[in-house]
């Protein structure tokens, strides 16, 4: 199995800006497809924000909004989401998910691995 460790997370103000990592126990370049960031905001279905694919083209979803941007990191295995002018709608626990199976990088069914999630909180 793949493990997935979100850090990053935590409690900023509006305007401000977070940067989460993802790292991942395996060899993303070779073992992993897209790697994905969802998240989940308080009363609400999980959703896609960030995918990045196995040669680093990055998708986003309307959520993101050119606020924020995956990258990643294959020399260590990790995958970033740098977030900026965060609003208080952006609230959520943030997930990283890997082992695509096909079909839309947005649907959490297509994803067979998942972090613990981290906190994201914008007052």
């Known amino acids: 199995d793949v493990q997935l460790v979100e850090s990053g997370g935590g409690s900023v103000e509006a305007g401000g800006s977070l940067t989460l990592s993802c790292a991942a126990s395996?060899?993303?370049?070779?073992?992993?497809?897209?790697m994905a960031w969802f998240r989940q905001r308080p009363g609400k279905e999980r959703e896609g924000v960030a995918a990045?694919?196995?040669?680093?083209?990055?998708s986003y979803t309307a959520s993101a909004n050119g606020r924020f941007t995956i990258s990643k990191d294959n020399a260590k295995n990790t995958v970033y989401l740098q977030m900026t002018s965060l609003k208080p709608e952006d609230t959520a626990i943030y997930y990283c998910?890997?082992?695509?199976?096909?079909?839309?990088?947005?649907?959490?069914?297509?994803?067979?691995?998942w972090g613990r999630g981290t906190q994201v909180t914008v007052s």
């Open positions: 990045i694919d196995k040669g680093g083209s990055p």
């Open positions: 395996t060899d993303i370049s070779y073992s992993l497809l897209s």
């Open positions: 998910a890997a082992g695509f199976a096909g079909g839309s990088v947005f649907r959490a069914a297509n994803y067979g691995y």
